[in-house]
């Protein structure tokens, strides 16, 4: 696959909305994306929507606003299934004339009655054929009131082989399949055909999709030989294995971009991860998404599956979290606070904050947990107030408020009264630095404590020493 391809490239994620966009679909959207883009090619977006009862706009809002999230910028659509019926309509009908497609009568009740005897016989599940046109046989007389389904003619010599681009080549012989729906009753398309007309009829040269679309491929490409259609290339992705060795499902965690999103993951370590949870560059863990345009070639896919590492995702968001610009994460941080209802006035007020914490936090949830005690009291543990806020160190802890109560309120200024005070009551730095921390920000444990206290309006801090 390193070859480059000779017509221009076109891709496409075409996901259905029946819920948010899922981590599997994002990882194929992302690679379907960076492939176009490293040829200068395009990217389409095509929402399946033929399963109507399961169909939501708010689904297709949710991934449009994933993808958008992502930066997975596309070239054309959203273009939506339903909107094409009359196209499908129309092969349908030059297929049935071309002998390719065919009307099929059954009731439901007589597909279940076959699949019943043939599961009775011990056979595979299987289309009989009755309705299936053949050159001297005469078809059953049409039933009254039945609306038919259209089938596809399938070949029943031969065999269908592709080389797949993960997983090599693949071959399935023809009377392993049977002649498929198409069309259902109701008019509405079936999810082989559609997506080999619209693949078809937006040009699309590289698909690459999900494992369990392997099986359907057979079918889809003798539709496209049935239809005179070139033959795009298909690349099947193994599935992403939760942490049980199981496949990533709801039942499980998380599994829609938008959970990460709102769990305080940046958009570029999200890429970064997905890019490497089944695809490779060396040994390299942390790369732009230039470097993954340029790199993506098709080449270094995975043909085993990939397990999703909840630890390794936060490392790597930690790293990007490191880089990150403060006043970006400024928002982030205040999104963070908004949606458990913590008022924040002023962004920007955050920057500084987030400057100070980022280096100690794998999500922006964490930082919203480290920024949270600048807007809210703080609940010190009993026991870290036993531990200590002892009696000892009360008369300087009294002392430091009166010198803080002072000062001109900066950092400099601030480390001068915490030096002064412990110089004045003979303590260590610690023994007088921990107490504050417990009482001004909750815990005993912060990044260096006039830096953390100089970010707090002084009346909340002495507000807070007097509680000792
Ligand atoms: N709607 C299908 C899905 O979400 C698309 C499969 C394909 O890419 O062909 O799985």
Not at 56 to 79: C, F, K, N, R
Not at 180 to 202: H, Q
């Amino acid at each position: 696959m390193s070859q480059p391809p000779t017509t221009p490239v076109r891709t496409r994620i075409a996901p259905s909305p029946t819920g948010f966009l899922h981590l599997g679909t994002a990882r194929t959207a992302l690679y379907s994306w960076a492939y176009a883009r490293h040829h200068g090619g395009q990217f389409v977006l095509r929402i399946e929507d033929t399963d109507v009862a399961r169909s939501t706009q708010d689904s297709v809002d949710q991934i449009i606003a994933s993808m958008h999230w992502l930066g997975l910028d596309y070239d054309e659509g959203p273009v939506y299934q339903m909107q094409r019926l009359q196209r499908y309509h129309a092969v349908v009908e030059q297929m049935i004339a071309a002998g390719t497609a065919y009307r099929c009568y059954c009731t439901p009740e007589e597909l279940e009655a076959m699949k019943a005897g043939q599961e009775a016989r011990g056979e595979k599940r299987r289309y009989d054929g009755t309705w299936r046109p053949e050159p001297g046989k005469t078809l059953p007389p049409v039933p009254d009131g039945v609306k038919p389904a259209v089938r596809f003619r399938n070949p029943v010599e031969g065999e269908v082989t592709w080389d797949d681009l993960v997983k090599g080549p693949i071959t399935i012989a023809n009377r392993e399949i049977d002649d498929l729906i198409i069309l259902r009753p109701d008019g509405v398309p079936t999810y082989n055909f559609a997506v080999v007309v619209d693949d078809w009829d937006m040009s699309i040269t590289h698909v690459f999709r999900g494992d369990e679309h392997v099986n359907n491929t057979p079918w889809q490409i003798n539709l496209f030989g049935a239809l005179g259609a070139p033959l795009p290339l298909f690349g099947h992705c193994p599935v992403i294995l939760g942490e049980d060795g199981l496949k990533l499902s709801k039942r499980r965690g998380a599994v829609s971009v938008t959970a990460y999103e709102e769990g305080g993951y940046l958009p570029e370590a999200m890429l970064n991860y997905l890019a490497r949870l089944g695809w490779s560059h060396g040994d390299d863990e942390l790369f732009t998404r230039e470097q993954m345009v340029a790199w993506f070639d098709g080449s270094h896919l995975s043909k085993s599956p990939a397990q999703w590492d909840p630890a390794k995702l936060a490392w790597v968001n930690a790293q990007y979290m490191k880089q990150a610009d403060d006043a970006r994460l400024a928002k982030l941080a205040a999104q963070q606070l908004r949606s458990r209802g913590v008022a924040v006035a002023d962004e920007a007020a955050l920057a500084p904050m987030c400057a100070l914490f980022k280096d100690r936090c794998s999500t922006t949830v964490e930082l919203a947990d480290w920024i949270e005690m600048y807007f809210v009291p703080v609940a010190p543990k009993a026991e870290d107030i036993t531990a200590h806020v002892t009696d000892a160190v009360k008369p300087a802890l009294e002392s430091l408020r009166d010198r803080l109560a002072a000062i001109d309120w900066d950092k400099g200024t601030i480390q001068q009264a915490i030096k002064d005070t412990i110089a004045e009551h003979k303590l260590k730095m610690p023994q007088l630095a921990v107490p504050v921390r417990v009482l001004v920000c909750g815990r005993p444990q912060t990044p260096s404590i006039d830096a953390v206290l100089s970010l707090f309006a002084r009346d909340d801090v002495l507000a807070r020493l007097r509680t000792a």
